[in-house]
């Protein structure tokens, strides 16, 4: 499962900016459900010394996003249609645990529950992103 996970993360950091940015390891994925490590370098924080909060929805979008990718092998794309975040508690520049959790998935839209956890396994975020399913040009 790691290696091929494996593919669409390296796929993300070449083909995309915040694949690059936030440094994705994968630590747990079992249907409907993956779990990333992920980074916060110094470029995302805001003049208060905590990551800006679009920031930490961009990477919730990231791993949710990722989760529909990896369950269809790459043949279908997320287009998101509504973000919605509940900001808990700041997170400051370093590493952090991002889960994605499937709620439902149609045939022509999902939605999928992103978290992100401090260093001390608090949760700082949660996003409710909902997306139409669009056809893929992931090429293999």
């Known amino acids: 499962m790691e290696n091929d996970l494996q ?4 796929f ?10 936030f440094k994705f390891e994968i ?7 993956l779990k990333l490590k992920g980074y916060f370098p110094s470029e995302t924080i805001n003049p208060n010394g905590t990551v800006q909060g679009g920031q930490m929805n961009s990477m919730l979008d ?6 529909l990718i990896y369950e269809s092998k790459g043949t279908i794309y997320p287009n998101s249609t509504n973000l919605h975040s509940v ?9 952090v645990l991002a889960t994605a959790q499937l709620i439902k ?19 700082a975020a949660t ?14």
């Open 7 to 10: 593919k669409y993360l390296d």
């Open 12 to 21: 993300h950091k070449i083909n995309g900016g915040t694949g690059k940015l």
């Open 27 to 33: 630590l747990e994925y079992k249907k409907g459900f």
């Open 62 to 67: 990231d791993v949710t996003s990722l989760l």
């Open 87 to 95: 900001h808990h508690r700041p997170l400051f520049e370093g590493e």
């Open 105 to 123: 998935k149609g045939k022509k839209i999902a939605t999928i529950k992103g978290e992100l956890f401090n260093s001390d396994g608090e949760i």
């Open 127 to 140: 996003l409710l992103h909902t997306a139409v399913i669009m056809e893929s040009n992931y090429s293999k």
